[in-house]
């Protein structure tokens, strides 16, 4: 039988135990109950001495600027308008699945959401937030045109905001179950500036763990072998230009993991195992399309065998960067997270 608790008071809210327990003076045994059953105080809640709070997961400041950025770039490249076909037009829907797949990150994380939903008072340098200008080819009055080259400059810099050495010494500071989604976005946004027409610039790559370098280079060697038979498949016209483009850069990435990887590199194989018999130009593109495919998920896997070393760190970051362009000029739809969707 249910109790008649007519005219006796609701029972008090935890905020009011505490302002009264304070007003009280009895603060000090206040906190010790909270603290005992496990209860923080929430970022934006009154501090109170001896209860504990929040402490910021690792790189919390840098992806909350990275998300807070991603809203930011897919406002600016929308507003270019033109058709959805466009460089500026893949990248709006593509920065707003970055925003919703970092806050989702955050979320899991355990960070509030008045905290990811806050202002970013200080972005970590190297990360930068915008604001969305009057797109170039508007008339000011919310009509916009196609996107003009200063428009398509000035979002080409702002892509390129994110990234930089400060970037990069951010990005190590990550955890290690998130640093493969950040290192995937800012590789995309070196992506971006360069099919925009300003390519990132990149420190040259070093460290003390040569045998680190020497566990890429395979991948690389094996992508490399199979342009050099597309290249073979694609006697004439666009796709024999884009084949010898393509393997020339791979084989640059090649030559260099081998500087980087000294002693510790192995000798290359006699070849390397395809996965189905190229014997024409239409074959050749598929594979060119598989094997891109493929290695930019290789390289995105590095991302986490780092161990937070600035300089492979940086580097992977740049080799998927720069898979990611070769893929998106063979037909390969871009990704927010290269390697990883």
Known sequence: MLEDRTGVP????????????????????VVASLAGCGIRLEDDAPRVPGLPTRKPVPGETFLLTLRRHSTDLAAQAKGLG??????????????????AVLEAELVHLGVPQTVIDAPVASPTPGATTS????????????????????????????ESGDLGPAAVAALAGVGPDTIAL??????????????????????????????????YL???RAAAYAFEVVAAQSPTGAQRTLAAS??????????????????????????????????????ARTLAVK??????????RELGSTGGDRGPLGAVVQWLAETEVLASRWGVALAPFPGLT
């Open 82 to 99: 033109g058709s959805t076909k466009t460089v500026p037009a893949r990248l709006s829907v593509l920065h707003a699945r970055q925003a």
């Open 246 to 283: 393509t393997l020339a850069a791979l084989q640059a990435r090649q030559s260099e993991q081998e500087v980087l990887a000294g002693a510790s590199a192995t000798p290359p194989a006699l070849g390397y195992p395809l996965p189905f018999a190229v014997t024409n130009p239409a074959a």
């Open 291 to 300: 094997v891109l495919t493929d290695l930019r998920a290789a390289v995105a």
């Open 182 to 215: 950040a290192g995937s976005l800012l590789a995309q946004r070196a992506a971006a500036a360069t099919l925009l027409g300003a390519p990132a610039t990149w420190p040259d790559p070093s460290w003390s763990e040569p045998s680190l370098a020497a566990s």
């Open 131 to 158: 604001t969305t200008a009057t797109p170039t080819g508007s008339s000011g009055s919310g009509t916009t045109t196609a996107a003009g080259p200063k428009g398509l400059a000035a979002l080409a810099a702002s």
């Open 218 to 220: 395979e991948a690389t």
């Open 10 to 29: 609701p029972l008090p809210t935890r905020r009011t135990v505490l302002a009264l327990g304070l007003r009280l003076g009895g603060a000090a045994a």
